[in-house]
């Protein structure tokens, strides 16, 4: 009998034993909720560290991008045998680029896409990764309208501003500043420092060789500002790296083959156009 007992008191022991244990283990609803609201800080914290992770990522893409512009410029003005970088002439028979004071860096001849092309520039380069939604409303357009196919080739985005926009000219996530020759004209090429307000007197760069190659971009991101009434100061007003509500950097591509990627504080106005009711537009990078 007394083994019995023995293994009796045992298991009235082992039973007492995991009753206190799961009672140790249970949590209080405070303990829940403190829990529960240490989870939401932390998540707090670690959505815009990657929701940032992400812009960053976005940036160095683009940073990409502009290294392959300028590789594929070189190319090409290696190529043209003088030495000439990519210049495509603007056509203006339309009434809106009759004026030169309206035309745009952005502006950019259609057949430079196709051209580009074959020099590794593709279509989704012509579109800024820090604005994917941009590139997306394009490309569903281009399927909207033919029906399925979208924005694949640089002859897709080609039929995109020629046929679905009804456009004489490219207007991309980008200010192209190699001066190009416009339509009718034989003495005339924008951007011109001798026609516009520009910070630098130095022209922009039409050759692997001019001074201003390593001075003054080929190609940077898509910058506007605008001016206060003394012309002192410039407030962005995007495109750009915009992260929070506010521009963080650009970047800028050379023909000399750099690429630089400017924070804020460093980017400077570079030309200025407009005037009168509609104000001043600041071209920035």
């Not at 298991?11 to 249970?26: C, E, I, Y």
């Not at 909207?144 to 694949?152: H, R, T």
């Not at 080929?218 to 100061?233: F, M, P, R």
Request: charged content about 20%.
């Amino acid at each position: 009998m007394k083994p019995r007992a023995k293994i009796a008191r045992c298991a009235f022991a082992n039973a007492d034993l995991v009753g206190r244990a799961r009672t140790g283990r249970a949590f209080t609803l405070i303990e829940l909720l403190v829990v529960i609201g240490i989870i939401g800080v932390l998540v707090g914290l670690l959505v815009p560290a990657l929701a940032y992770g992400r812009f960053r990522a976005k940036v160095a893409i683009c940073t990409g991008n502009f290294r392959q512009w300028a590789i594929a410029s070189a190319t090409y003005a290696t190529d043209d045998g003088h030495g000439r970088l990519p210049s495509f002439q603007l056509p203006t028979a339309t009434s809106k680029l009759s004026n030169y004071s309206a035309l745009e860096p952005w502006f950019v001849a259609i057949p430079m896409i196709t051209n580009m092309g074959s020099y590794g520039v593709t279509a989704r380069m012509w579109f800024c990764p820090t604005h994917e939604e941009r590139w997306r409303n394009a490309d569903e357009f281009r399927r909207f309208k033919s029906g399925g196919q979208g924005i694949v080739t640089p002859a897709d985005l080609d039929t995109y501003y020629r046929l679905d926009q009804k456009a004489s000219i490219a207007f991309p996530d980008l200010f192209w500043w190699v001066p190009r020759a416009l339509e009718g004209s034989s003495s005339l090429v924008f951007p011109d420092p001798r026609q516009l307000r520009t910070r630098i007197a130095d022209p922009w760069p039409t050759k692997l060789e001019d001074a201003s190659a390593g001075i003054q971009p080929i190609a940077s991101d898509w910058l506007v500002g605008t001016w206060d009434d003394d012309l002192k100061q410039v407030t962005s007003a995007g495109l750009s790296h915009s992260f929070g509500g506010k521009v963080r950097n650009n970047n800028a591509a050379f023909a000399d083959g750099h690429v630089e990627t400017r924070p804020w504080s460093d980017m400077k106005w570079q030309m200025i156009q407009g005037g009168g009711a509609d104000g001043y537009r600041a071209y920035i990078y």
